[in-house]
């Protein structure tokens, strides 16, 4: 039906000709990552589960986001109208709303190119029953998918490790490991780990964190054990092997902070410096930021649905991804299964057509060429410093200004005088996606709006969130069941009107 390389190869195909030059990365001197929604809809007369022929499928890229940073908590506005996460990722998510929102227009005005039919109850509305979306991710996402085991063999550090082994990697060499030092810079998939042990490991989401080692000495051969019978202390004990025998020399960090208040990394030295299966948050220059880390965003929305509260008034059931694509980079398929639904399994009594979504994990073998790795690649010779991209870009597809470039979470070219005007708005920010929900709202007559809608008087972004009361009895169940310290933020950031 599709393949991986084909998912990736649309996406940087439609990077190039679709997005603008402004807010990409500077040439051979800023890098940056990139994410999209890609719709797979079957020819005429074929559905997408049908398994016993192939299935010929078109392919549409509908949303597309690059992006790297996010603004500490000092920044956050309560007027809704900055970008607080500027990961590819959430970019990407974010213009997915607003397509969705578009279609959801052309539903409502009855037009047959919409992706929605009518729904059983009055003024729901559910997704083409032929049509899957898959979201596509140049790198693995921050957070607990990152963290996966370094093997001293691996030129490419992509191989697959063992399952046992990936749900708890709690070996430890007796290497000494310096304390991170640096954020989100850097991905670097290209080098090697060499025998002789001086390494600087990388983080798939983009940290590098210095290491000396001493010369290498090997111990008498481990006993042979299997990690799933062994507690976090006992597998600590024995020398870094994983079950497959493979050595395990220490793991790829993520930049992303547990969860203050909460349990902590152990930070010991070699592959035991994570705790894995925590929630975490982004990291800031100095000023801590909320952003939950995208391994648990992407999680999230595999139980509550991409659509996110105010469009679920609308919806019969949550949108769902169907698979994860992810470009050329360091990944281990177990580690993405345990962070993306592997900690979310047994949350149960969730509402009807709410449920934990194991999507189907697959990764590429074609890079992104403006990924810091190509760029390293391409300058491995030439000095100077490779810096991520400061911008942001939005792309959704819809009809009218599907492209909104940001910086520091808002429009590129931003004065300090102009914030606060409705033009220093980005089109995906809360105030701006909630203003295009109203509008679709103010197009339907009230006597078809749906019953969640009709029962009370609301006015907030926040009234309309919490009068989702299927979407809030499935958060309320996901948060109490696994995600129980999620930082929330304050219901005074959600007043706007």
Known sequence: MWTADEIARLCYEHYGSRLPKQGKPEPNREWTLLAAVVKIQPTAGQACDRSDRPVQVTKEVVSMGTGTKCIGQSKMRKSGDILNDSHAEVIARRSFQRYLLHQLHLAAALKEDSIFLPGSQRGLWKLRPDLLFVFFSSHTPCGDASIIPMLEFEDQPCCPVSRDWAS??????????????????????????????????????????????????????????????????????????????????????????????????????????????????????????????????????????????????????????????????????????????????????????????????????????????????????????????????????????????????????????????????????????????????????EDKWPDSLRAQKLATYQDYKEAASTYQQAWSALRKQAFGSWIRNPPDYHQFM
């Not at 030092?181 to 001086?198: A, I, L, N, Q």
């Not at 930021?289 to 996110?308: E, F, H, I, Y």
């Not at 870009?393 to 909104?404: F, H, K, N, R």
């Open 168 to 445: 708890n990697p709690s070996v430890e060499t007796n290497d000494n490991l310096e304390a991170p030092e640096d954020k989100r810079k850097c991905e670097d998939p290209e080098s090697p780990v060499t025998k002789k042990m001086k390494l600087e490991p990388r983080t798939p989401d983009g940290t590098a964190h210095r290491q000396s080692f001493g010369s290498e000495e090997r111990g008498p051969n481990p006993p042979n054990v299997n990690s799933s019978h062994l507690t976090a202390e006992e597998l600590a004990s024995v020398t870094g092997m994983t079950p497959s025998g493979a050595r395990v020399v220490d793991v790829y960090r993520t930049g992303a902070k547990c969860v203050p208040g909460g349990a902590g990394d152990s930070r010991k030295p070699g592959a035991a410096y994570h705790r894995v299966g925590l929630l975490r948050v982004k990291p800031g220059r100095g000023d801590r930021t909320c952003s939950m880390s995208c391994s648990d965003k992407l999680a999230r929305w595999n139980v509550l649905g991409c659509q996110g509260a105010l469009l679920m008034h609308f919806l019969e059931e949550p949108i769902y991804l169907s698979a994860v694509v992810i470009g050329k980079c360091p990944c281990s398929q177990e580690a993405m299964q345990r962070a993306l639904f592997g900690r979310c399994q047994n949350v149960s009594a969730l509402p009807e057509g709410f449920g934990v979504q194991e999507v189907k994990i697959q990764q590429s073998d074609l890079l992104f060429e403006q990924s810091r790795c190509a760029l390293q690649t391409k300058k491995a010779d030439s000095p100077g410093r490779l810096v991520p991209c400061g911008a942001a870009i939005s792309w959704s597809a819809v009809p009218e200004q599907p492209l909104d470039v940001t910086a520091n979470g808002f429009p590129q070219g931003t004065t300090k005088k102009g914030v606060g005007r409705p033009q220093a708005r980005s089109r995906i920010s809360k105030v701006e996606l909630f203003r295009s929900f109203q509008k679709l709202l103010s197009s339907i007559s």
